[in-house]
């Protein structure tokens, strides 16, 4: 951990910012027509999972970095490590969302810690997001970033439960269309999701990197199908990326009001998984 000086970051802890946005018909129209059948039918007017796509960071070209971030130095820490992923969070449904609104989301950063992985030093960036409607919460978010070095990935063995019939409940082929309309609905410009040679021979992906709040929002609807309402709680972590070209199965094991969904490749590789419960 010698290479990580927390101290020199440690003046973001606490580091606020507020975004506002409108949810308008258009963007669910366009949030539909991208998940399609894969979205929970009992949401009502609003989807489950569009929040990731309101009240986002709209950062200046000149002000982004060679990977498409935001520089760094701004709201983040300037972790001294060159990628980054969403690594998780952890979603708490408190009222439902209304098209028409304006919602604020209010960020703080809520703890910094380095910690040393396989491939190297990791260090975790904790925001907490809250959205509101007026003077109403509608969710609060805690969301977990990793930034890493760049290091070539090691070859991954099919897990045991590759393709298992008794939680397998819907598949799909992501595809470079697909990951550019996610980024275009996120204002995601981080370029390992669309720019093949920079994901590639630059951050050492075998190819384009699926998004990890697009598993997060199969897995948030797959979560409702199962239980027949919205999760009032529902936690999720990546567990390895996920590249193309790939089919991704997402697979659910619970009883009652609570349960265990995941995504996986054909060959059984988990990318992501989440917990859920009704209350």
């Not at 199962?226 to 997402?250: D, I, N, V, W, Y």
Request: proline share 7%; with cysteine; aromatic share 8%.
């Amino acid at each position: 951990m010698s290479e990580i000086d927390l101290d020199a970051l440690a003046p973001w802890l606490g580091r606020t910012e507020t975004s506002e946005d409108v949810l308008t018909q258009g963007l669910i129209d366009k949030f539909r027509a991208t998940f399609g059948p894969h979205l929970w039918g009992g949401a009502g007017d609003v989807p489950l999972g569009i929040h990731w796509c309101i009240a986002l960071d709209t950062v200046p070209a000149a002000a982004l970095s060679e990977d498409g971030h935001a520089a760094r130095g701004g709201f983040l820490p300037p972790v001294p490590l060159p990628a980054r992923m969403w690594a998780g969070g952890d979603v708490t449904h408190i009222a439902p969302l209304t098209i028409g609104e304006t919602f604020t989301r209010r960020s703080s950063i809520g703890d910094i810690t380095a910690k040393q992985g396989r491939s190297g030093a990791l260090v975790f960036v904790t925001i907490e997001h809250e959205y509101f409607s007026g003077n109403r919460l509608c969710i609060r978010e805690q969301q977990s970033i990793v930034f890493r070095k760049i290091t070539a990935p090691r070859p991954v063995k099919s897990a045991p439960d590759a393709g298992d019939p008794a939680t397998l409940r819907s598949s799909l082929t992501p595809d470079p269309v697909l990951l550019f309309r996610y980024s275009a609905l996120t204002f995601n410009a981080h370029r390992i999701h669309y720019d093949h040679i920079y994901a590639t021979e630059t951050e050492a992906y075998s190819g384009l990197v699926v998004h990890g709040p697009l598993q997060a929002t199969l897995l948030l609807n797959l979560a409702a199908d199962a239980l027949k309402t919205s999760p009032h709680r529902f936690s999720f972590r990546g567990l390895a990326p996920l590249t193309l070209p790939c089919e991704l199965q997402l697979h659910n094991e619970g009883t009652g009001a609570s349960g265990t969904v995941w995504c996986q490749d054909q060959k059984g590789l988990r990318s992501f998984s989440a917990e859920y419960a009704a209350v």
